[in-house]
């Protein structure tokens, strides 16, 4: 059973570029969460999918922003870059709510911003 | 919200034991433990829900204790495996969203 995919791995950006994350979730996991991973806060939810509906949120800057198709695939987009928007990006899928089941991580996205 | 952590750090020998701890401000309904080794995605371990028995993964254990607000992962024994850095996370409804909040992280190194 193949895990979460989440491509690109590395990415570098410049200040005010925006940039997109994709996320294949483990099949027939309808639940996609995304974290944001730095050093200093640890693991920061952003978001939640689930049947194509953001399902909940955290509290980043409506520059965050994502969306799921119809094969539960997500995608995350950071529009207009800062430099502390520098961090590993996490996807982590799960059959149904994140909250009462197991998540499964997917290795993430590492993003520097120059 | 976010749940805190201790210790921040432990290293141990091979066949040593330890205790990492994860309090709450808020009462807790569920806890949630993930190891990450570095470079690689956190894993899931157990979560342990209110009301409910002593989970157990290999030889890592871990208690919840709702009065205290607090829960706590038992490592016995421990193998150069157990390394990694390990993160709770606790349930917490806020402006109508339900997410998932993880500590910062406890990052534990066992040596040979």
């Known amino acids: 059973k193949a895990g979460v995919t989440q491509t690109p791995r590395y990415l570098i950006k410049t200040r005010g570029q925006q940039v997109t994350l994709s996320c294949s979730p483990i099949s027939g996991h309808r639940s996609v969460s995304w974290y944001q991973q730095t050093p200093g806060q640890g693991l920061q939810f952003l978001f939640e999918?689930?049947?194509?509906?953001?399902?909940n949120k955290g509290n980043f800057p409506g520059r965050f922003s994502g969306r799921q198709f119809s094969n539960s695939r997500s995608e995350m987009n950071v529009s207009t870059l800062e430099l502390g928007d520098s961090a590993l990006y996490l996807c982590a899928s799960s059959l149904d709510s994140p909250t009462t089941g197991e998540l499964f991580f997917g290795e993430g996205s590492r993003l520097t911003v120059l | 919200q976010q749940p805190v952590q201790s210790p921040q750090a432990v290293i141990l020998r091979e066949g040593e034991d330890a205790v990492i701890n994860c309090s709450s401000s808020?009462?807790?309904?569920?806890v949630h433990w993930y190891r990450q080794k570095h470079g690689e995605a956190p894993v899931f371990l157990m979560i342990?829900?209110?009301?409910?028995e002593q989970m157990r993964h290999e030889k890592i254990s871990a208690s919840f204790n709702e009065k205290k607000q607090q829960s706590s992962l038992y490592l016995t024994a421990s193998q150069l495996s157990y390394s990694g850095t390990y993160f709770c996370g606790t349930y917490v409804t806020q402006g109508g969203s339900e997410k998932l909040v993880f500590g910062k992280g406890t990052k534990l190194t066992v040596n040979p």
């Open positions: 999918y689930f049947s194509e509906t953001q399902r």
């Open positions: 342990l829900l209110k009301g409910g």
């Open positions: 808020k009462a807790l309904y569920s």
